[in-house]
């Protein structure tokens, strides 16, 4: 689970991200983000149904991204950003390993890590 510091849980915070971000994909995976001018980068995860019909597979796909972006990510993420993680089809036969390499694929991508090589 994502410490609650980096957690975009409102509503309003979620809807600016969607207006004013910029998208970027990787694989099966793709990251809207905006500055939040915040002292800390702040993400959600999102898994539609069109995904899985089955919550318990949805829920499932969702903690493996939380903990890749938690152990891998997150300490090198810069402050200052909300992040929207979406799936899309073919996400779910993704196993921790692989689902790993596309977070730290994405947030490399989307420029919001320390190490942008």
């Known amino acids: 689970m994502l410490p609650k510091a ?10 600016r991200v969607f207006k004013r971000g910029k998208t970027f994909f990787v694989g ?5 983000t905006a500055a939040n001018n915040l ?5 959600t995860v999102v898994v539609s149904t069109k995904i899985s019909k089955k919550a318990t597979r949805r829920n499932r796909l969702k903690r493996l ?3 890749a972006i938690r152990r891998e990510a997150l300490p090198k993420t810069k402050p200052g950003y909300d992040g929207i993680i979406m799936t899309q089809k073919g996400a779910m036969e993704k196993n921790y390993n692989e689902i790993t390499k596309l977070v730290v694929g994405l947030f490399k991508k989307a420029k919001i890590t320390q190490d942008d090589r």
């Open 28 to 32: 099966n995976l793709s990251i809207r």
């Open 65 to 67: 991204i939380r903990e």
């Open 6 to 15: 980096n957690r975009l849980a409102k509503r309003t915070d979620i809807e």
């Open 39 to 43: 002292a800390v980068s702040r993400f």
